[in-house]
């Protein structure tokens, strides 16, 4: 049998010694990380992620009790392999290498202290903090360019089934005259980062089986898009008819209320679901 003891004040104060240490000696890197993150609205995720991955571990609070302090080398090898990559992505100008070397040297020397055992009781929320790298901008050319034009296409199809006279040039959109250069803006981007997480969130707050976990993680792109519509049809509306001011205003705002809408649809998914008698949760063969 496993000996397992209680978690003592030393524990917390030698794990806050270590984390805090790995973050002041990667500072500069954390540092240029949040500032991308508050100054460029397509890495807003990375605001998003420390608070996902505590509510995550809130969550889970009850599993502390099964996770004994394990002090273990792999911690040092872990930032050993962080240091690594964060000195060749520095010398190698290779941004990604450098903020993920940060990443790993912080969780190495949390799990010097904390053990295995924690990190596959609280897998959740370690996955979570990945969403603190930026993501890279060939990766998000990639994903945006082709969100540009299915969120443009399915604006204007929806606009016209409605009887609005809306145009489309490429990706830009043209109402009562103003060309509204928002699918750009709009492209989705945001909105899959920020939604995925959301939906990692969501998946792995609620009891639910492994086979539908992957299956709402797999339509939160679907979701997104779905979103980033429903923000852009009065965003469009706006310009065409409105002040730039005041569609400026919404457009800014609406980034962030659609995280919400995201989470009403996925809750509504879960309800259909659940409707249509499809086993969701663990325990769905035992109550049957």
Same mark, same amino acid.
């Given at each position: 049998?496993?000996?397992?003891?209680?978690?003592?004040?030393?524990?917390?104060?030698?794990?806050?010694?270590?984390?805090?240490?790995?973050?002041?000696?990667?500072?500069?890197?954390?540092?240029?990380?949040?500032?991308?993150?508050?100054?460029?609205?397509?890495?807003?995720?990375?605001?998003?992620?420390?608070?996902?991955?505590?509510?995550?571990?809130? *969550?889970?609070? =009850?599993?502390? !009790?099964?996770?004994? +302090?394990?002090?273990?080398? $792999?911690?040092? /090898?872990?930032?050993?392999? #962080?240091?690594?990559?964060?000195?060749?992505?520095?010398?190698?100008?290779?941004?990604?290498?450098?903020?993920?070397?940060?990443?790993?040297?912080?969780?190495?020397?949390?799990?010097?202290? *904390?053990?295995? =055992?924690?990190? !596959?009781?609280?897998? +959740?929320?370690?996955?979570? $903090?990945?969403? /603190?790298?930026?993501?890279? #901008?060939?990766?998000?050319?990639?994903?945006?360019?082709?969100?540009?034009?299915?969120?443009?296409?399915?604006?204007?199809?929806?606009?016209?089934?409605?009887?609005?006279?809306?145009?489309?040039?490429?990706?830009?959109?043209?109402?009562?005259?103003?060309?509204?250069?928002?699918?750009?803006?709009?492209?989705?981007?945001?909105?899959?980062?920020?939604?995925?997480?959301?939906?990692?969130?969501?998946?792995?707050?609620?009891?639910?089986?492994?086979?539908?976990?992957?299956?709402?993680?797999?339509?939160?792109?679907?979701?997104?898009?779905?979103?980033?519509?429903?923000?852009?049809?009065?965003?469009?509306?706006?310009?065409?008819?409105?002040?730039?001011?005041?569609?400026?205003?919404?457009?800014?705002?609406?980034?962030?209320?659609?995280?919400?809408?995201?989470?009403?649809?996925?809750?509504?998914?879960?309800?259909?679901?659940?409707?249509?008698?499809?086993?969701?949760?663990?325990?769905?063969?035992?109550?049957?």
């Amino acid at each position: 049998m496993i000996q397992r003891r209680a978690w003592r004040f030393s524990d917390g104060v030698l794990l806050a010694a270590l984390v805090g240490l790995a973050i002041v000696a990667t500072r500069e890197i954390w540092r240029d990380i949040f500032r991308i993150g508050w100054h460029n609205e397509e890495q807003s995720h990375i605001l998003l992620a420390p608070l996902i991955a505590l509510w995550l571990m809130w *969550v889970r609070r =009850e599993r502390l !009790r099964f996770c004994r +302090p394990c002090w273990t080398l $792999l911690g040092p /090898l872990v930032v050993g392999v #962080g240091w690594a990559l964060a000195w060749y992505g520095f010398h190698g100008s290779t941004t990604v290498f450098w903020h993920f070397g940060a990443l790993l040297i912080v969780a190495g020397a949390a799990i010097t202290v *904390v053990g295995v =055992e924690f990190v !596959r009781n609280f897998a +959740p929320a370690m996955i979570a $903090l990945v969403f /603190l790298m930026p993501v890279p #901008g060939d990766i998000r050319g990639d994903i945006a360019v082709p969100l540009q034009k299915v969120t443009a296409t399915v604006t204007q199809f929806g606009m016209e089934l409605f009887g609005v006279p809306v145009t489309r040039a490429g990706n830009q959109l043209s109402l009562n005259g103003q060309d509204v250069a928002v699918a750009e803006a709009c492209n989705g981007m945001r909105m899959v980062a920020a939604l995925v997480l959301v939906s990692f969130a969501f998946v792995f707050s609620t009891p639910m089986r492994q086979g539908v976990r992957i299956f709402i993680l797999a339509i939160s792109p679907l979701v997104a898009i779905v979103c980033n519509v429903i923000r852009l049809v009065p965003t469009v509306l706006l310009y065409g008819y409105s002040s730039k001011d005041a569609a400026d205003t919404f457009h800014d705002v609406s980034g962030w209320a659609m995280l919400f809408v995201a989470l009403g649809i996925l809750w509504g998914i879960f309800g259909v679901l659940r409707w249509i008698e499809i086993p969701i949760t663990p325990y769905a063969v035992a109550e049957e």
